[in-house]
């Protein structure tokens, strides 16, 4: 974690709760964190079910789009791989490990 770096949280959580997040690293590097949520709020859903039916035919290739999953101890590894603009990786996941719920 990088000081005054950007870190984007996108996605929905698997399990509620607490997770073990280091903030007191964060805080201390002065990081921004963005987190992105209401993408399925639309109502009816249409665009979301339109391009699950363009995936699902093929139309839309998402391979590339598929996360790399890095566990919290390896973070040092993804980051490098994000800062290598993702080595062919769209996107970066760091995987938080939760209380077992």
């Known amino acids: 974690m990088r000081s005054r770096g950007t870190i984007g949280m996108f996605g929905f959580p698997e399990h509620p709760g607490s997770s073990p997040f280091p903030v007191d690293r964060a805080f201390?590097?002065?990081?921004?964190m963005e987190w992105f949520s209401g993408?399925?709020?639309e109502p009816g859903l249409e665009s979301?079910?339109?391009a699950l039916g363009l995936i699902g035919r093929g139309d839309i290739e998402v391979d590339y789009c598929l996360e790399e999953v890095y566990p919290l101890d390896h973070i040092a590894d993804a980051l490098a791989v994000a800062r290598a603009q993702g080595e062919g990786a769209a996107k970066i996941c760091v995987e938080?490990?939760?209380d077992g719920r």
């Open 48 to 50: 979301f079910r339109a």
């Open 96 to 98: 938080i490990a939760g």
């Open 39 to 41: 993408t399925q709020s």
């Open 28 to 32: 201390r590097k002065a990081v921004t």
